[in-house]
C-alpha cells in the first residue's frame, strides 16, 4: 500500500485499460471505502450499481459522447432518498455521493486500479440512459458512472497545488 498522500497524487483519470477483470472481492473493497465516506448527518443516501458484462458495457460507451473507454467494470453511484437514514440526505445527497465517488477513486489508486469519473447527474439524458439500460428507478438519481480497471495508459502523478488559491487566516 502506497502512502496516502502519493496515493492522491497518482490518482489520475484513466480512459484506456487493459483487458483483465476485476475479482469480486477487489470490487467489494473499492465498495467498502465508497461506503466508509462522510455524509451528512451520517444520512448515506447512496447506491451502487455494478456493471460487469461486456454487452452492457459496450452499449453504454457506444450512448455516452464522453465515456467511450475500455474499461472492464463501471460502478454508478445513485442517491437514493428514500432509504437515506435521516433528511439530510435531501439537502446532501450529491455531496455524500461525491464523498464516497472520491473515497472510491483513491481506494483504487492505492490498490493500483484505474478509473474515471464520467457525468451523469444533472444530465437528463445520461440519468435517462442509465435508468432504461439497468432498470434504476425515477427516485434514484445516478450521480456518476465510475469507469474501473487496470491502467493501460501511464499517467504521472500530480498535485496541481497552486498556492494563489490560498488564503491564509482571511481572504
Ligand atoms: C463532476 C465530474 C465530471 C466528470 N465527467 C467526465 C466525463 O464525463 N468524461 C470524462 O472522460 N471525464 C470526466 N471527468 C474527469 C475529469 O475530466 C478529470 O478529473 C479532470 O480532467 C482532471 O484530471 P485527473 O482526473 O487525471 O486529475 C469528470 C470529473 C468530475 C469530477
Known amino acids: 500500500m502506497k502512502d496516502i498522500l502519493d496515493t492522491i497524487f497518482s490518482r489520475r483519470s484513466i480512459r484506456i485499460y487493459d483487458r483483465k477483470k476485476l475479482d469480486k472481492e477487489t470490487i467489494t473493497n473499492l465498495l467498502k471505502a465508497a461506503m466508509a465516506a462522510p ?10 450499481v455494478v456493471v460487469t458484462d461486456e454487452d452492457k458495457i459496450n452499449f453504454l460507451r457506444s ?13 454508478i453511484v445513485c442517491s437514493n432518498l428514500a432509504i437515506a437514514q435521516n433528511e439530510s440526505a435531501y439537502k446532501y445527497w450529491v455531496q455524500d455521493c461525491s464523498a464516497a465517488t472520491e473515497n472510491l477513486l483513491v481506494a483504487a489508486a492505492g490498490m493500483g486500479l484505474g478509473t474515471c469519473w464520467v457525468a451523469s ?5 445520461v440519468m435517462k440512459l442509465l435508468r432504461e439500460t439497468l432498470g434504476i428507478p425515477e427516485d434514484v438519481f445516478p ?9 493501460a495508459e501511464e499517467k504521472a502523478p500530480r498535485t496541481q497545488y497552486d498556492e494563489t488559491r490560498v488564503h491564509w487566516e482571511s481572504y
Not at 450512448?63 to 460502478?75: D, F, L, R
Not at 450521480?143 to 491502467?151: E, F, K, M, R, S
Open 63 to 75: 450512448k455516452i459522447k464522453y465515456g467511450n473507454y475500455n474499461a472492464p467494470a463501471i460502478i
Open 39 to 48: 455524509s451528512g448527518s451520517n444520512s448515506r443516501p447512496w447506491e451502487f
Open 143 to 151: 450521480l456518476n458512472l465510475i469507469y474501473v480497471g487496470y491502467p
Open 121 to 125: 447527474y444533472p444530465k437528463e439524458d
